[in-house]
């Protein structure tokens, strides 16, 4: 499976944007997928999850409420809405996808076997 990541860009403080991850070679349809962000000088940190099924999701405290991950499988494609944006949201963002049916939506890197190439979000005051 191959994502490329796509949506990055400079956006003022309460904005919106929103990133999509879209898929080749495999369907993402029964693929667990994730959203993980790096600003600089820091780790790869877990954003928001969607569990294989599409029947969870799972987000960050630092981002509920105001991010949402979803999928349209027609399009092959997982979204990140990020909405009322702030400064430390700046980073760059990365999808994730893994084919295992877990029983919780995966938050960690390693649950994660396929990744995307990054986008960045840059967001001004």
């Known amino acids: 499976v191959q994502l490329q990541a796509s949506g990055g860009g400079l956006v003022q403080a309460e904005g919106s944007l929103r990133l999509s991850c879209t898929a080749s070679?495999?369907?993402?349809?029964?693929?667990?997928a994730g959203w993980f962000r790096q600003a600089p000088g820091k780790g790869r940190e877990f954003v928001a999850g969607?569990?294989?099924?599409?029947?969870?999701?799972y987000y960050a405290d630092s981002v509920k409420g105001r991010f949402t991950i979803s999928r349209d499988n027609a399009k092959n494609t997982v979204y990140l809405q990020m909405d009322r944006l702030k400064l430390e949201d700046a980073a760059v963002y990365y999808c994730?996808?893994?084919?295992?049916?877990?029983?919780?939506?995966?938050?960690?890197?390693?649950?994660?076997?396929?990744w995307g190439q990054g986008t960045q979000v840059t967001v001004s005051s």
């Open positions: 994730a996808a893994d084919n295992r049916r877990n029983s919780v939506v995966p938050t960690r890197k390693f649950e994660y076997k396929y």
């Open positions: 070679g495999r369907t993402l349809s029964n693929y667990a």
């Open positions: 969607m569990k294989w099924n599409g029947a969870a999701t």
